[in-house]
């Protein structure tokens, strides 16, 4: 059998105008073309993803993947970043000392999706499934920076940081915080992104000021980068 023909004559043709979608908007015809499915099959087929949130239409009229298909995508990416994770924020402890954690954004709140907590000692303790603001820290600060310009406009209207703080994260690649989300506590986070090249995720190690200092970011943010670069190279693989 075909590598590309599962034998399920209607599911292949739904999967090939799919992946033609993958490459941008296209008015039927150019499905039809780029396929090889019939006019009327092509047509009753994208009429049918649609229905189903798969594909959608922009505003020349022509079929584009659909928000059901981004939210598929970031659910299989969300377990493939979950299950990596966990390793990889247990050795960013171990490199630091320092409890770590990795969080989603959830509207205008953010999740903390795992964590490795630090051994022993005074830690700052973030249990997973915990919603934090997106109002202040350095995670805060990862997870708004990618974002366009008025999205940012908007998530620093009340923030504890401003949008040039942002603009210094995103020309270093990571983000520091001292008392910012919690009086007496330091933080470093550092971006993964998906595939698509967009901001995930923030992988972050948090503690006492005491023991990280005023500049947690000159000691621990290469370490917190790399882990962050780790798990975006995890995503990128097939």
Known sequence: ????????????????????LESGPHSLAELVAATGIARP????LAV?????????????GRFVLGVRSGELAAAAGEDRLLAAAAPALAALRDATGESAQLYRRQGDIRICVAVAERLSGLRDSVPVGASLTMQAGSAAQILLAWEDSEKIHRGVKNARFTAAHLAADRRRG????VGEREAGVASVSAPV???NGKVIAA????GPIERLGRQPGRVHAAAVVATAARLTEHLSKN
């Not at 229905?51 to 239409?57: E, P, S």
């Open 1 to 20: 059998m075909d590598k590309k023909n599962s034998g399920v004559g209607v599911l292949d043709k739904a999967v090939a105008i799919l992946g033609t």
């Open 203 to 206: 992988v972050s190690i948090s």
């Open 48 to 60: 049918a993803l649609e229905h189903h949130r798969l594909v959608t239409r922009d505003l020349q």
């Open 193 to 195: 992104k998906g595939p």
């Open 41 to 44: 099959t092509a047509h009753r």
């Open 174 to 177: 990571w983000a520091q915080s």
